[in-house]
């Protein structure tokens, strides 16, 4: 069906003094023939909106409107859903960024028109993915503190919980935990853990369904639709489930190999955990003869901040042992207690019980440990290198020596998972795939592996600062200490949190929506099976694991676990995945809609395909800095620069585009792309237009990648400039004109 | 669930900062009507001003552009620039909310296009930048300011300067009959989210903060490295803009300090560590000093911290100075500190200190309705914030980036949970 299209350009904030706006109108009626052109010096405004208003009632179904970036006025250019409306941006990306009245400024509005115009052609509005038989229950893995937090804060919410615990009783380390650190005014008083509230409240809600003593055996399917097999005692339960929180927790680091430390050589050196349970089962003794403890020494950091261990800091252990050492100063005040640490590490409030106890006269001595010794009399003695003196010291016989071995994720054990490796005459992977170890927690039905990818030392932990729940698995989320070394308190708040986005997650997918970043995307990539070549790049490019395969190496897409990024759609070298309102073959034409002129009139053009996040914003803002760039560039946005199709870029070069450039976000070890690895896949897509261009007998510098940030947009008119000036050396792009 | 249906089930978020939006964005993803209510004219709060996140050094606006494009797309979020909460009655699932509007003297018929800005006169000293540079009378709060609206400050009001910039604009945008105002709002939950404030490096005598040109505070360090700063993002010594070559950081300056703050504020070790990267970015022979107590650096930052430190061009020595002492002639600050590890005296010269002050939570002065909420410092305690009312961020402790966000998502379910009656 013939689409109605109405066209309204605003004239205000100085695009109707920089632009020929009879020009663009004249695109509009003579090359798209649409049904309406207005203009309106003042679009944004009630009289402005209520004429492209009036044209919808009246049967308007697309809308392009032509003013300022598709980044501002979105109250007043809000229209119903089932309408397709693009924006084309004549006053950031061109009116305030280029002469007043030049042909190039001319040129490129009517371009941008076009362009617009083309999109607005060939989208249609999203038709959300509505899956029969959703789920609105939340799996937590682990009955911890953090676990049972997360499933009594769900089931608060109103949501039912399955909760799946390994062993027999719930608690997890807290189990043995004797009293928690200082949490309330004044800060030096030591907390009772609770557990038994916490239990009785979790295993006598009605709406959680506690397995203890069991294992998750499989999760297959994709959120709103996890098919959860759970193993106890021999027998398997089925659940459907909508999304998981994963609070598996940590273990302290093996104390076996802290032998440096004395561990193992002496019986009286233990771990602040097997302090813990003396404390808790109220037996405090040397184990080597069952005396009771006369004094103590606390060593942190045995194992963590040390490369031959674990190089992060443990983050809790600090506080921990002030909270161990004041076990021993609140039951005899003359106790000698010794702490040997590198840094105390007491933020925030904490630094009130470290306070307190320099008050209670514990001996803290900052530098490293040199040895421990058997003092011949039962007794042990701790050398160290005090720093602050720069002198070695030598404690008094001590009966107990407590080591503050740090945490391990649960996710960091086990056998990294073997991808399926390339059959003969396919191709290997472009990219090292994520790590997945096989640590038998979730048992994930991916095709990517079975668990959370482990990021640094081996926690599944998010890469954003700002959204420190962003697993790379939709509808899953680690929570407490499994996450990140964190302190009990910190934990309770973490599961909170991680409860939220799971019922975030359900309320979103089960309406049809995206979940963060593309938060509230109606859209969804479809698959025109009938062409695919099962050339596997879909589904191991995919940052989220979304796609599966079947045994012919078919993708079987999963939409709910899916971001909406496009990089399937940018892998596949057949073209055959689309949204409605997204697809190659849209921005393709788009490229090919691009006005190009011939050598002779030494115009050159420059497609720019721009992150939406961050380069386009970036691109705003040098309108808005009033900067001037080269008025060769064509820019459009993409969703992630990881769903360039490499097609566009031959679409380009054969259209007579005489350069690309590719603006995506930072990659490498501090990525800032959303969509994770979306612009390194661009970068990695690129070396391949390496082969294109000398097939076509292109020189290869025609196709530059930037990384930019959002701030970047003071280096734009620089590095748009010094592109251009490098494609006006190379001379025109000879496929010109044909 | 009877009962459930009848409480009102939207959300008041107070404070439009990183904990505030990020409640209220997590809350209204997950179906519920959720209202910001914000001091500035603009949302973003302390980061917005902010260069750099450690440890990653990625731009904060980065993070806000997907948040404001949360915001937009969601119907459920409603938010309200220079507006206070003037009182809040009632229980969970029915609170009576006033709001307070100040006026902005530019409405919403406001394209962005600056004219205003053009046909101003009057500068005035600039908050945004914590006063190291000035701004029009009309003005844009910062350049990624959302909403991107200008702002007429009310010293202009009644003057020439006045008319001149009401008829700049072409659109009827100033409006300087606007009043202050007040509406009611109706809400089941309350999540107060106010943020922090630098402590006043002023009080912390010894140091000279005000007298002493060349000694500013970790924020101060924040804009004077950003692009969008008074300097373009070139560090610059303030008392002549010439070139910065050595940078002495001072850590702890007024926390852990029973005269000042006496808790640790969490996130100046690691701001420290991570400002001495904008020095040697810019300037690869620069040198960069710090002086502190120990090194706070948990979890994964430490790999941050490692690298930091061994660059050879940062010095770490463990002691507190005692006395900062600028030279009027030649600008240079001259450190004072025993020397921890060797007993020494140190007398060091430097182009600039900067002083790493702690986070004061804003209900240290501006406290709840509870007034018993806040422990001594001005932290709210969350089980007496009163029943509905949840701290959010470092109104409860102080914390980075990820901490607060993470926080705030918890917050945004204590929110919803408290909407039911139960």
Redesign the interface.
């Known amino acids: 069906m013939e689409k109605r299209i109405g066209v309204y350009i605003c004239t205000?904030?100085?695009i109707g003094d920089a632009l020929d706006v009879n020009a663009l109108e004249a695109v509009a009626a003579d090359e798209f023939s649409v049904a309406a052109c207005r203009r309106h010096?003042?679009l944004?405004?009630d009289e402005g909106v209520s004429i492209i208003r009036r044209d919808l009632d009246q049967g308007m179904d697309t809308i392009v409107i032509a003013a300022?970036s598709p980044?501002?006025?979105?109250?007043s250019f809000t229209f119903p859903a089932d309408r397709v409306m693009e924006r084309v941006n004549l006053r950031e990306q061109v009116a305030w960024c280029h002469p007043a009245g030049e042909e190039d400024t001319r040129m490129l509005a009517e371009d941008a028109l076009r362009m617009g115009l083309v999109k607005a052609v060939e989208m249609l509005p999203p038709d959300p993915f509505l899956a029969d038989d959703l789920s609105r229950k939340v799996l937590v893995v682990g009955g911890g503190l953090a676990g049972m937090t997360a499933a009594r804060?769900t089931a608060?919410?109103?949501y039912e919980v399955v909760l799946v615990e390994k062993e027999e009783q719930l608690g997890g380390y807290l189990k043995d935990v004797h009293k928690l650190p200082p949490v309330?005014?004044p800060y030096t008083e030591l907390e009772d853990p609770n557990l038994d509230a916490l239990t009785s409240e979790v295993t006598g809600d009605p709406s959680i369904r506690v397995y203890t003593g069991s294992r998750v055996a499989s999760i297959a399917g994709a959120p709103c639709m996890f098919d959860v097999t759970i193993r106890q005692n021999g027998s398997e339960a089925m659940e459907r489930v909508g999304a998981v929180v994963l609070a598996a927790g940590s273990v302290p680091y093996s104390p076996e190999k802290l032998d440096s430390f004395g561990f193992a050589k002496y019986p009286d050196v233990v771990t602040a955990s097997q302090l813990e349970i003396m404390f808790k089962s109220g037996k405090v003794e040397r184990p080597s003869n069952g005396q009771p403890v006369g004094s103590v020494a606390f060593l942190l950091c045995a194992g963590s901040?040390d490369a031959r261990h674990l190089?992060?800091?443990?983050?809790a252990c600090c506080v921990e042992s002030l909270k161990q050492a004041m076990y021993f100063k609140s039951e005899n005040p003359q106790t000698p207690v010794y702490i040997f640490y590198r840094?105390?590490?007491?933020?925030?409030?904490?630094?009130?019980l470290y306070?307190e106890l320099q008050k209670e006269g514990v001996f803290f001595i900052r530098g490293d440990i040199e040895g421990i010794e058997d003092d011949g009399s039962g007794g042990l003695v701790v050398a160290a290198n005090d720093?602050?003196t720069?002198s070695s010291v030598l404690t008094e016989s001590l009966d107990l020596v407590v080591l503050a071995n740090g945490m391990v994720p649960v996710t960091s054990f086990g056998e990294p998972f073997k991808a399926q490796s390339p059959k003969e005459g396919e191709e290997e992977a472009a990219y090292a795939p994520d790590t997945i170890l096989v640590s038998d927690i979730l048992n994930l039905q991916y095709r990517q592996g079975p668990e959370l990818p482990a990021l640094?030392?081996g926690?599944p932990?998010?890469?954003?600062?700002?959204?420190?729940?962003e697993s790379r698995r939709t509808g899953i989320y680690p929570a407490g200490s499994v996450r990140?070394?964190?302190d009990y308190s910190?934990a309770v708040?973490?599961a909170?949190?991680?409860?939220?986005?799971a019922?975030?997650c359900i309320?979103?997918l089960s309406a049809g929506k995206a979940?963060?970043?593309r938060?509230?995307d109606l859209s969804y990539p479809e698959f025109f099976m009938q062409r695919c070549t099962q050339c596997k790049r879909c589904t191991e490019e995919c940052p989220f694991g979304a796609i599966n395969e079947d045994e012919k190496a078919n993708p079987l897409p999963n939409p709910t676990r899916c971001r909406r990024c496009g990089v399937c759609m940018g892998a596949c070298p057949e073209r055959i995945i689309s949204f409605r309102n997204y697809s190659v073959g849209m921005i393709g034409n788009v490229i090919k809609k691009i006005n190009v002129p011939d050598e002779y009139e030494e115009k050159p053009r420059i497609l720019v395909l721009a992150c939406e996040?961050?380069a386009y914003?970036a691109l705003d803002?040098a309108g808005?800095?009033r900067l001037s760039y080269n008025p060769w560039v064509r820019i459009i946005p993409v969703r992630c620069l990881g769903s360039m199709n490499l097609v566009w870029i031959a679409d380009a070069l054969s259209k007579g585009i005489d350069g690309i450039l590719l603006l995506g976000c930072?990659h490498g070890d501090?990525y800032?792309c959303?969509f994770i690895k979306g612009s390194e896949l661009a970068n990695i897509r690129m070396s391949k237009i390496q082969e294109t261009l000398n097939r076509l007998v292109l020189e290869s510098d025609r196709v530059r990648l930037e990384q930019v940030?959002?701030?970047d947009?003071?280096r734009l008119p620089e590095i748009l400039d010094g592109f251009a000036a490098r494609i006006e050396e190379l001379g025109p792009n000879p496929y010109k004109g044909y | 669930?009877a009962d459930?249906l009848k409480t009102n089930r939207s959300i008041l978020v107070v404070g439009g900062g990183?904990s505030g939006l990020s409640a209220a964005?997590?809350?209204a993803?997950?179906?519920f009507q959720t209202y910001i209510v914000e001091r500035e004219p603009y949302l973003g709060g302390r980061v917005a001003r902010m260069n750099k996140?450690f440890?990653?050094?990625?731009?904060?606006?980065?993070?806000?552009?997907?948040?404001f494009?949360?915001i937009?797309?969601?119907p459920l979020i409603r938010f309200f620039t220079m507006a206070q909460v003037e009182s809040i009655d009632g229980e969970p699932g029915n609170f009576d909310v006033t709001v307070r509007l100040h006026p902005r003297y530019v409405n919403?018929?406001c394209?962005?296009?600056g004219l205003c800005a053009e046909a101003a006169t009057t500068e005035i000293p600039d908050p945004f930048n914590y006063g190291l540079s000035s701004r029009k009378s009309a003005y844009l709060p910062h350049?990624?300011a959302f909403p991107?609206r200008y702002v007429v400050a009310p010293e202009v009001v009644g003057s020439p300067e006045a008319k001149a910039i009401e008829s700049a604009c072409?659109?009827g945008a100033v409006d300087f009959d606007m009043q202050p105002q007040t509406f009611d709002l109706k809400v089941g939950a309350v999540i107060w989210a106010t943020g922090w404030k630098p402590y006043d490096a002023g009080r912390i005598s010894y140091y000279g903060f005000g007298r002493n040109r060349n000694v500013i505070t970790n924020v101060m360090m924040e804009r004077l490295a950003?692009?969008?700063g008074p300097t373009?993002?070139r560090i610059a010594r303030p008392s002549d803009g010439s070139d910065v070559k050595s940078v002495a950081f001072v850590q702890c300056a007024g926390s852990?300090d029973e005269n000042h703050l006496?808790?640790?504020?969490?996130v100046c070790c690691l701001a420290s560590l991570k400002q001495t990267t904008y020095l040697l970015d810019q300037d690869p022979d620069a040198r960069a000093t710090i002086f502190y107590i120990?090194?706070?650096?948990?979890?994964?930052?430490?790999?941050f911290s490692n690298r930091v430190q061994e660059d050879e061009r940062v010095t770490l020595i463990?002691g507190k100075p005692g006395e900062i002492i600028e030279d009027p002639s030649t600008g240079l600050v001259t450190v004072q500190v025993e020397d921890?590890?060797?007993?020494k005296i140190l007398r060091e010269k430097f182009d600039l200190v900067v002083l790493a002050t702690g986070m004061v939570p804003s209900t240290a002065e501006d406290p709840l309705p509870s007034r018993t909420a806040c422990?001594?410092n001005g932290?709210v305690?969350p089980?007496r914030a009163g029943p509905g009312i949840i701290p959010a961020g470092c109104v409860k402790?102080?914390?980075d980036?990820?901490?607060s966000?993470?926080?705030?998502?918890?917050a945004?379910?204590?929110a919803?949970?408290a909407t039911?009656r139960r």
């Open positions: 205000g904030c100085g010096p003042f944004c405004s300022c980044r501002v006025m979105t109250d804060e608060r919410a109103g309330r005014p901040r190089p992060y800091c443990s983050s840094d105390m590490r007491a933020h925030g409030t904490y630094e009130f306070k720093v602050l720069g640094s030392h926690f932990d998010s890469h954003f600062i700002c959204f420190p729940y990140a070394p964190m910190q708040e973490d909170t949190g991680a409860a939220l986005k019922i975030q309320e979103m979940v963060h970043p938060s509230g996040n961050d914003p803002m808005i800095r930072k501090d800032q959303h940030s959002i701030t947009y003071h | 669930m459930a990183m964005i997590e809350a993803e997950a179906g996140y440890p990653k050094l990625c731009p904060p606006n980065c993070g806000l552009e997907i948040n494009r949360r937009r797309s969601n919403e018929k394209t962005g296009c350049e990624f991107m072409p659109y950003a692009n969008s373009g993002g852990r006496p808790y640790c504020s969490g120990d090194i706070r650096a948990l979890g994964k930052y430490e790999a463990k921890q590890a060797t007993g422990d001594e932290f305690l089980d402790k102080p914390v980036v990820a901490s966000v993470q926080d705030a998502t918890a945004a379910l204590k919803i949970q039911f």
